[in-house]
């Protein structure tokens, strides 16, 4: 598998029933994760990973990924409010090289944007103090990215 994204156009016939995405939201201390359904419709906070050194990230990731027969990787962009791309997108794109050859999956860069506002602003309103939003609040973050790109998934013909 080469280290380069693919879209959701190329991603969907490689998917197969009982089969799972496994949505990241990667910051620079922690990794929030988020899965699919096995019907590819719903996301769901998983966890948060505490970042360590790539290669123990990365191991977790191979767990994971095992454990749950995730199938393919959505990933969150995090690209300026312009759409042009800074440090933390090269960063996110350097994950996404590194990564390939330990976990041959198929990799979509998904727009990020926003997701983290929008993941605070539903666990606000779910009346979960600062504390508690800040264990949660990048899994969420990632169940956000993921579930956009399974809308999107569920619109291709």
């Known amino acids: 598998m ?3 994204p693919v879209s959701l156009e190329d991603l969907k016939p490689r998917l197969t029933r009982g089969g799972r995405l496994l949505g990241l939201d990667l910051g620079t201390k922690t990794i ?31 767990r ?3 454990e749950f027969g995730v199938q393919g990787l959505v990933i969150g962009l995090p690209l300026n409010m312009d759409g042009t ?21 198929p990799v ?8 983290t506002v929008a993941a605070e602003r539903v666990l606000i309103a779910a009346d979960l103090s600062r504390a508690k939003r800040g264990a949660v609040i ?20």
């Open 85 to 105: 791309e800074g440090p933390r997108a090269q960063a996110t794109r350097a994950f996404v090289r590194n990564l390939a050859p330990l976990l041959p999956l």
């Open 108 to 115: 979509v860069l998904w727009d990020e944007r926003l997701s």
């Open 2 to 4: 080469s280290a380069a």
């Open 64 to 66: 994971i990924a095992g």
């Open 138 to 157: 990048d899994a969420t973050a990632a169940a956000f990215i993921l579930q956009g790109a399974l809308d999107r998934l569920a619109r291709l013909a």
């Open 32 to 62: 929030g994760l988020a899965l699919s359904d096995v019907e590819f419709r719903i996301a769901t906070s998983l966890r948060t990973l505490k970042r360590l050194k790539f290669r123990e990230d990365a191991a977790e990731l191979v």
